[in-house]
């Protein structure tokens, strides 16, 4: 079956404990995104990749780190989580030359 | 830089009865997409329907149309004979063709389906 899947689903740590949200597609897509869901502010793009060893900043970058050493990998890196970062977070991948783009289960974080 | 508009925050409607979910969105771009997508409470995101800014049919699925309205930059979507699994947060998105791949989000308009 075509997935995206994240993991953690739920997450709960304390402020300043570094932690890793993992990301992985079964189907080969170049691009591959992360996007934060906050209440009234719809989603916002963290980091993407349009391949292995391409990275670039979205629009919310600060306080993240993302890696991409397979095409099927693309984990999120928070160093030091803080209070701010409590959010709700979406992987998606999408291939290249279309549109639809597929998104994994979301991770709810709690960072307190 | 793109911005997407959605001014309904909460939307109800009676099941089987009509809505209209509004987005308008702003870009200097000749060239983009547009989505509807559905978050029910889940949280998976469901692409409901897209629309190609250079075709100026407007894209329809099953129950699901949508108007859009390109020099005025609107992009509303209408769903017919409402189902009460319609009850999700939509969510309107932008995107470039070529370019970054990013999808550019409004802020959501949550719709309650009422029996």
């Known amino acids: 079956e075509a997935q995206v899947t994240q993991n953690p689903r739920y997450l709960i740590t304390v402020t300043g404990k570094k932690l890793t949200v993992t990301c992985s597609q079964n189907?080969?897509?170049?691009?591959m995104s992360w996007y934060r869901q906050d209440p009234g502010l719809g989603l916002r793009q963290i980091y993407y990749?349009?391949?292995?060893?391409?990275?670039d900043k979205g629009d919310v970058p600060e306080g993240y780190k993302v890696s991409r050493k397979e095409k099927r990998n693309f984990p999120l890196i928070l160093e030091s989580p803080s209070p701010n970062q409590t959010s709700l977070y979406f992987c998606?991948?999408?291939?290249?030359?279309?549109?639809?783009?597929?998104f994994g289960q979301g991770t709810r974080l709690t960072v307190v | 830089a793109q911005t997407v508009t959605q001014s309904q925050p909460e939307m109800s409607v009676q099941e089987a009865e009509t809505v209209t979910l509004s987005c308008t969105y702003d870009t200097s771009e000749s060239n983009y997409y547009l989505f509807w997508y559905k978050q029910p409470p889940s949280r998976q995101m469901i692409l409901v329907i897209r629309?190609?800014?250079?075709?100026?049919q407007n894209a329809t699925e099953n129950r699901f149309s949508v108007n859009f309205q390109k020099a005025a930059k609107s992009f509303s979507l209408k769903i017919s004979d409402s189902q009460l699994g319609d009850t999700a947060m939509y969510f309107c998105a932008f995107m470039n063709q070529g370019g970054s791949e990013k999808l550019v989000f409004g802020k959501g308009t949550k719709l309650t389906v009422n029996p």
């Open positions: 990749s349009m391949n292995v060893e391409v990275t």
């Open positions: 189907m080969n897509h170049e691009y």
């Open positions: 629309q190609e800014a250079y075709k100026q």
């Open positions: 998606a991948s999408r291939n290249w030359g279309h549109t639809e783009a597929f």
